[in-house]
């Protein structure tokens, strides 16, 4: 019952979303919309930012569902950036109400443990300190989540492949050169 109950409000929130942006929805509009009282959303999420964060969660779970690997992890980056598209509205009217740096923060939050595993598998048969592997994995999600939120504030206009397609060939490799040189 609570997965459904939190999945009810989240499509309460995107639909409100369609229609105005994030700072001008209340819990109540939420409420109201979902058919719940007040105590029932309190009682899953401290406030609307924090259901937009579980939102952007599942949407992420969805693309990260069958792990990200060294030979699916662009295949998954391109898939997540077609579901952000696809969910244009929710994004836009979202990315108007936070300032740059939560959006960077909600990526962030959401990027680091799925690029952290896939460089620790790419640095498992070498030697190299744990903090330099993160040091790594830090690198790579600053990458990403910087390509993503200038696609955001570029309005996500639907030329992103090009900006995507260079920052794969950049990437591609990279991260193992990138481990030698740490590697001891």
């Known amino acids: 019952m609570s997965l459904l109950t939190e999945k009810a409000l989240a499509a309460s929130l995107k639909k409100l979303l369609e229609k105005k942006t994030l700072d001008k929805i209340t819990v109540k509009d939420i409420t109201d919309d979902c058919g719940v009282n007040r105590q029932t959303f309190y009682y899953h999420f401290h406030d609307v930012y924090d259901l937009v964060e579980w939102i952007f969660t599942q949407e992420a779970k969805k693309y990260m569902s069958d792990g990200i ?15 952000l598209l696809d969910d244009k509205r929710f994004i836009m009217n979202t990315y108007y109400s936070l300032n740059r740096r939560q959006l960077e923060q909600f990526m962030q939050k959401l990027a680091r443990p799925a690029i952290l595993d896939l460089v620790k598998q790419v640095a498992e048969d070498r030697k190299i300190e744990d903090e330099d592997v993160e040091f790594v994995a830090d690198l790579f999600t600053f990458g990403l989540v910087g390509i993503l939120t200038e696609w955001v504030a570029g309005d996500m206009n639907t030329e992103y492949k090009d900006k995507l397609d260079k920052f794969l060939v950049v990437i591609d490799g990279t991260m193992e050169t990138t481990l030698d040189k740490f590697a001891k």
């Open 69 to 83: 690997n060294a030979k699916n992890w662009q295949e998954v980056v391109t898939e997540l950036m077609q579901g």
